[in-house]
Structures are given as C-alpha cells and as structure tokens.
C-alpha cells in the first residue's frame, strides 16, 4: 500500500476556486489509479473524480464535471483535484484514494479500496 497525505482545503466564497494535493508516498505511483472522494456531514462518502495510473483516462461525478479538473504529476508524485465555480454543495471533507486494480473500483467499489488519505475540510460560503 502506499500513504496519502491531502492538503490544499480551507474556507472559500462561492464562485472561487481551491487546488487539492495528494501527496503519494512509495515508488509504484504511477501503477495506481487514483481517485478524490468528499463527505458531507450527515452524507454518505461518494466519488467525485478518477484519473488512471497513465493519466489517459478521466471519470468525473455529473455534479462537478465542467468545474473540477483532476491531474496527476508522476515527478512529484501527487495527484491533484482543480475546483472552481464552487458552490456551498461542494463542502465536505474530500479524501484521496488510490488503487493498483484500475479507475473502475474507485468508481464502481470504493468500499474496497484499501488506501486513503486523512481528509482536508473544504468549506464554500455563499
């Protein structure tokens, strides 16, 4: 397994914009797909991107397509979550996740996927 550390969150109006790291620690990087997920209080966790171990590839949820973009950089081995347009919807706590099977259980399992960050509190003001 590798570890995750996310950084990036904090408190922004409506409208603005946040960049989310996802800091890869271990050598096998580019082998996992990774994913970013949110959860609101009270809500179940639930996916909102997913790039594939070559970057080709791209999943984004319906509620944030046009408004995040998710990337990754092999040389510093971190992925990244763009958001802008944000909407008080968006507040959640939102989670870096990685997997060596491929994008579809990060989309389609997440229950099994077994590597997590700790979580960074995004907060949207209107």
């Known amino acids: 397994q590798v570890q995750l550390v996310e950084s990036g969150g904090g408190l922004v109006q409506a409208g603005g914009s946040l960049r989310l790291s996802c800091a890869v620690s271990?050598?096998?990087?580019?082998?996992?797909?990774m994913g970013w997920f949110r959860q609101a209080p009270g809500k179940e966790r639930e996916f909102v991107a997913a790039?594939?171990?070559?970057?080709?590839?791209?999943y984004y949820a319906d509620s944030v397509k046009g408004r995040f973009t998710i990337s990754r950089d092999s040389a510093k081995n971190t992925v990244y979550l763009q958001m802008n347009s944000l909407k008080p919807e968006d507040t959640a706590v939102y989670y870096c996740?990685?997997?060596?099977?491929?994008?579809?259980?990060?989309?389609?399992?997440?229950?099994?996927?077994?590597?997590w960050g700790q979580g960074t509190q995004v907060t949207v003001s209107s």
């Open positions: 790039i594939s171990g070559n970057g080709d590839s791209k």
């Open positions: 996740a990685g997997d060596l099977r491929g994008t579809y259980y990060l989309r389609m399992d997440p229950r099994t996927i077994r590597s």
């Open positions: 271990g050598r096998t990087f580019s082998s996992y797909a």
